[in-house]
């Protein structure tokens, strides 16, 4: 039994068990068996250290016994928390989260801190204490911000509108957080344990932080998968809090503590800040989503900064008083002293004076030392309240002048403004011409917005692009709207940037005070409500705030939120639409994504693409889309239907991975396709974005036989460079163009200029979105190889797209005007 083990047992079988998994880990483990052991290896280290603690316990003083217990039961309590996930996990074969075992997980942590507490402590100078509480809130202040950054803004977005499993997901980077507390002190203090089991017991929960960090930064990116080596990292973190209670035992671990104020901890708030430093300009050289949060965190940490710096101008303050005292003792015992040996010579008249000129030299520098601190803590200061990029006020200066000015306008009255800015087109600007281009552009912008706007108003940068206004003391709304249509003007005057002149645009909404809020938070938020619905709208426009666009953003929210378990309730369908060559064949079809939601019903994929791009979610269903569309050609071919070719859209989150390649292979080969069948359709947008890398990727599809076609082509960045550079086999007629045939002048010209020059490439034309006989016929009689569009077929299930491939089997040539058009035509 686990429980009678004698101590002197313990530590081999501690080892065996770290051991033991480390291996596993290492070692191919396929199949049910390998996601037994993989949930069960972790189980002998907790409670082969959950008896040692225990053990431990037998012996010290009444708080050293209580902690002691309670680390063992914090054990003990882990190791059931794992019996039960595997029970529910491979037993019962339901999902353990949330469930009791996430208690049993967390009374870990809980446990510990009662432990910890029950420690005794060693006392230390007041002015040392609170230096050291500075610097360990500066380190796990950088921690909280990598926390957030990587683990809890995720979370929130993962589990939005579900606050039990959202609450429970929180709980464990809040609890590791404290453990990682717990463990500085104990690396910095002792905490009142002796210096080597203090240091394995902070090593080990710092291992069990750095294990449960890994697998929640891997889940929540889908990239955790069972049977990890990290996973062995518990088993580590178990075996070194046990080795700590082991050592406790042993009589020579009683002399000698952890000295407060080791060497190595005075760089830790430097590096603390350093790394935080970093972490701020990876999301804004990123355009992070979360950057606004990182960039709070390190506005907070600059303060604490501060606050340290403030300290160490008190102490140096006490030093001088005390250096001056010294020194005014110093001289009059000399004097005194100098007028008893006077008969002795002038000797001690020239000491004397040397001493009174040390003294003089000594107090200067401590004054010249106190003002260089007096500067250093002013320029923090400012750090703290300004974008280091344009130097314009940041979120947090911005959010004070803006809660003065509510204050004031609700106390005397007057009309406030609030616009808030976001750049049009700017990641384009920085995929083309690099981040220091758009870091020219930006610091462009933000002087001519402080150009527009009076001295008295506050121009601020949020992050990223994106710039808010304030405008105190405003007469009247047509002032505003004045002031929105002269920032427009000054936006899109042309800036220099890598020696190119750069065009950008704006969207900007606005919210107004008392009218749309009175608190900055409401009037913040109602300004973004109000720029996101210019950007709906065209974008490079002003909207004001109205109450309707809440309903907007509501239904956006919604959206995202069914969106999200869309895929696993297995609500998305695929669609065919026909495309058919210049003698009126059926040659293959383009695979439409549908969605019908049991709350939301049927939503348009024009609504909700955007939305899962935007969200993070295009990917896998993008993977979905190549799975189904491939697997029901196959079933046709199965059939012993004629092969056709199917198209298929490509995302570029989706392109952009690094396996995508291969995935397609995998795809392909798990169905039994041939790749001369699939079609691959990219954007211009994605194309030109990294020409480089999507050469290399077209080359391998192409050399595997997928043929590769450029969708909406002339809509967006169309040039001439990619089309030479990269292997595309099509050109897709933006139907913009198509449907503008027989109505706007020029627009048979422009088709025809499109398609000779596909043919000097030797490329072929699809004329997408054909509608009317007239278009059918200008395309044709213009070369146009292939048409799409609702003349000649809708998209249409699975089982409608198979009777046109039986029909096709029975008529080899079939005329544009087929029974299959004709029923479309009837549909319509």
Known sequence: MVASARPSRLGPALAAAVAVHMLFELLPHPGEIGLWLADLLSIPAYLLAGVACLHTAR??????????????????????????WTYLELVRHVQPFPSVADLLYLSLPVAFMAGFLKLPRRGAARLWGLTLGLDMALVLGCAALYFWHFLGSVTLRIYAGQPLEG??????????LALLAMALVLAVQGGGLPRR??????????????????????????????????????????????AAALEARHPSAQEGGVPPGTRWWTLAPFLAVISTTGLQLFTLAGQETGSTAVLLGGGLLTLLVVARQALSVQENARLAAALRDSSEKLELRVAQ????????????????????????????????????????????????????????????????????????????????????????????????????????????????????????????????????????????????????HRLLDQITVPILAAGQDVRITASMGVSLSPADGDTPH???????????????????????????????????????????????RHEFTLHYQPQHDARGTLRGFEALLRWTDPDLGTVSPAEFIPIAEHAGLIVPIGAWVLD????????????????????????????????????????LARHGLNAQWLELELTEQLVVQDIQATAAKMAALSALGVRVAI????????????????????????????????????????????????????????????????????????????TQGYLLGRPRPAAQARASLADLAQHHRRPVVSPDMALDRAHR
């Open 59 to 84: 012996q010290g003083t009444v708080e050293l016994r209580i902690a002691w217990r309670a680390f063992g039961v914090g054990l003990l309590a882990y190791a059931g928390g794992n019996m039960l």
């Open 167 to 176: 609450t429970v997901a929180l709980a464990y980077p809040a609890l590791d």
């Open 197 to 242: 089991p203090g240091l394995l017991l902070a090593l080990g929960m710092v291992s069990q932080v750095v294990a449960d960090s890994v697998f929640a930064f891997l889940t929540a990116r889908d990239a955790y998968a069972s049977a990890a080596f990290t996973d062995s990292f518990w088993s580590l973190a178990a075996a070194l809090i046990g």
């Open 337 to 484: 002293r100098t007028q008893e040996l006077s008969v002795k010579g002038h000797a001690l008249d020239r000491a004397n004076e040397d001493l009174r000129a040390l003294s003089r030299e000594l107090e200067a520098k401590v004054i010249q030392r106190t003002a260089a601190l007096a500067a250093s803590h002013a320029q923090l200061s400012h750090q703290a309240q300004h974008d280091a990029l344009t130097g314009l006020p940041n979120r947090v200066l911005f959010e004070d002048r803006l809660a003065q000015a509510t204050h004031h306008a609700a106390r005397y009255g007057g009309l406030l403004a609030v616009i808030f800015i976001d750049l049009d087109g700017f990641k384009y600007v920085n995929d083309t011409l690099g981040h220091l281009a758009g870091d020219d552009v930006l610091r462009e912008v933000g002087r001519r917005l402080t150009d527009v706007v009076r001295a008295a108003d506050t121009v601020a940068r949020l992050g990223g692009d994106e710039f808010v206004i304030l405008l105190t003391e405003v007469g009247q709304v047509a002032d505003v709207r004045m002031v929105t």
């Open 522 to 568: 409401t009037l913040l938020m109602n300004a973004d409500v109000a720029m996101y619905d210019a950007k709906q709208q065209g974008k490079n426009a002003v909207r004001f705030y109205a109450p309707s666009m809440n309903a907007a953003a509501q239904r956006r929210s919604n959206v995202e939120r069914r969106l999200r378990g869309a895929l696993a």
């Open 628 to 667: 189904e569309a491939l697997r029901q050609l196959a079933e046709w071919q199965g059939e012993g239907l004629p092969p056709v070719r199917m198209a298929i859209n490509v995302s570029p989150a989706q392109f952009a991975r690094e396996e995508f390649v291969t995935s397609v292979v995998d795809t």
């Open 711 to 786: 969708d909406d082509f002339g809509a967006g960045h169309s040039a001439l460079i990619y089309l030479m550079r990269l292997p595309v086999t099509m050109l897709k007629i933006d139907r913009a163009f198509i449907h503008d045939l027989g109505r706007v002048e020029g627009a048979t010209r422009i088709v025809g200029a499109i398609t000779a020059l596909a043919h000097a490439l030797g490329l072929e034309v699809v004329a997408e979105g054909v509608e009317t006989e007239r278009q059918l016929q200008e395309v044709r009689a213009l070369g146009c190889e292939f």
